[in-house]
């Protein structure tokens, strides 16, 4: 097997500014001050990275809303127990803001003993108190609302923390109850979230409902580049033949601090004994020397002569969990990089857990959750001193010989490729389109490379301080409507995401070498767009299309030329800007149409072709061949109505022996649907 390690599939460095971390005279860093801006809103919704500082960022709207709006109370909903000491007192005055927060220990009911039953009736005596700011979990939250209706939380704030738990599927009950909420609109609502898209494609909010919602948007570029320490962030998927255990430490370094995420236990991956798995990694990282009576940790003994601390955090016997919990937990120690080494987890260091020395989050096995991919990266993506590099390992089986194991495989690595595309989109700076027209000019605050600004080509400029490209193509539709406008300005990755997470979509980008690739950028966006977005018009829908394909795209020719380069550290945190201004560069005129004949794939496919052995690579290619797509009538329809518009701008209908294959799919779209109504008048 070859050095895993080698071939991360993302890898990305920043500037290391220190914007991140500055505080202004009342104690906000950046982010907290952008939403601190909007607090006069009644429906705020927060989208920021892990370690941005929403939990702060609310306390200091909170308390302003109560201060100053007349809201009467604040509640507090998380997602689980442990991560309602996110919410614990903070002395705000203490930097500069003009109150502290405190919450009363009898209202944090995340610390409360009991199950559900008693939190529900110490809500609702909250509900009747002088109290102002209560802490509970969504599950208490839930049923406080099933027992007491949404009438009893009038002229409150209700905030909730990971709003990505939330969906419009009729099952999940807090996306209902908040619904209805914002149906009775008594109430004020900030909702926050690290990844606003959840892995199962569901929509988080109607579109109407989202449209009451301001949004205060801080991104992963943002957030990364503005850090004082951290650099490079790398994100890898990679495949093993066997045992993982037998190959872990191929991709687990012990000198690196490191959460460890085992299979679950229905998982390809597994070996169906979490304990003897457990067991295992800590016999392949050295000799075991017992465990410490204090923390529980295990204390493993590596060939260069290092004690490693390794928490199991695995086994179910609540005594020797607990205390493993309560010793990571410890905030005495949150700033000493020596408490902990290695932490062996399954369901648990995930959302929320916050430490700030993990250096790589190794996962092996696929997640069912996109969401739940971009969490656990996030526990590696705290800026501490001296972490300069971190990074996210995904470890996924190749398959064997049955096709069961094939087929399932390749629903793996499917998905493994579809959250790698989606972190690249994450973690890049923001794309903002506008189409070339002769009165174009630059733009104030984005620099345009070396040449400056050239009226006569389309351009790149990009802002250093905010992230931002400002990038012009020719031919570009602008969205008209204000829904429309704020997709493209705040929701491509949602679209993205969606697109990526089509199977269709995915399987033929990387293995039909017959594919026109318009098909998929044209065709099954358009179509993804239309089901997800059914209240924008077509024009609208187009000018969506045209600027989510635009931003994957882009991504991936820069990302394909700064591959190409070589890996100059100094160079690292502009090779994405670079390789997006040299793409620009070498077609002379950026076109949508130029965008549009690009397989989105294309470069996945490359690296999987380095990461997976060529005989699992043909199996999975065998696997999706087997089952190709014949033209159905929605292609069919669709590919009409695009044979239309060529008519329109060429004066003939496309031909089916064009030497163009764009053109030849739409000819054979038309052809397809005269035969069916042939066949339908022939009965």
Known sequence: ?????????????????????????????????????????????????????????????????????????????????????????????????????????????????????????????????????????????????????????????????????????????????LGEFLTRDKIHMVAMTGSYFRGDAEPVLMPEDEAKFDSVTYTYYEQLNGYKYLKKLDIGYYFYSGSYVDDILKVLEPQEKTIVHIPNVNSRESTKDKIKEVEHIIEELGDWKGIDPETGFHLVETDDGRVLKIADLVDDEPAKRDKVSAALKDPAQKNNRDHIDIIIALGMAKEGFDWIWCEHALTIGYRSSLTEIVQIIGRATRDAKGKIRARFTNLIAEPDASEEAVTEAVNDTLKAIAASLLMEQVLAPRFNFIPKNPDSGPIEGFDYGEGGYDPQNTNVGFNEDSGQFQIEIKGLAEPKSPEATRICQEDLNEVITAFVQDKTSIERGLFDEELVPEELTVVRMGKIIKDKYPELNEEDREAVRQHAIAALNITQKAKEIALEGNDDEAKGNTALIDGVRKFAMDVRDLDIDLIDRINPFSEAYAILAKTMTEESLKQVAAVISGKKVKMDIDEARALAKRALKFKQERGRLPEITSADPWEKRMAEGVAFLARMKAEAANG
């Open 1 to 177: 097997m070859s050095d895993l390690t080698s071939i991360p599939s993302v890898s990305v460095t920043y500037a290391c500014n220190g914007a991140t971390m500055r505080s202004n005279e009342l104690g906000m860093r950046p982010m907290q001050e952008r939403a601190y801006e909007k607090r006069g809103e009644q429906y705020l919704l927060i989208k920021s990275p892990p370690a941005s500082g929403k939990s702060r960022a609310l306390m200091f709207i909170a308390l302003d809303k109560l201060e100053n709006q007349g809201i009467k109370q604040a509640i507090i909903a998380v997602p689980e127990k442990s991560i309602g000491a996110s919410f614990n007192d903070e002395p705000l005055s203490k930097f500069g803001f003009w109150a502290d927060w405190k919450v009363e220990p009898k209202w944090n009911l995340c610390n409360a003993p009991g199950g559900d039953g008693g939190k529900v009736n110490a809500l609702g005596k909250f509900l009747e108190s002088d109290n102002k700011i209560l802490v509970c979990t969504h599950a208490t939250f839930r049923f406080a609302v099933e027992k007491f209706g949404v009438e009893a939380f009038d002229n409150r704030l209700i905030a909730v923390d990971e709003f990505h738990h939330v969906s419009v599927n009729p099952d999940n009950r807090l996306g209902a109850h």
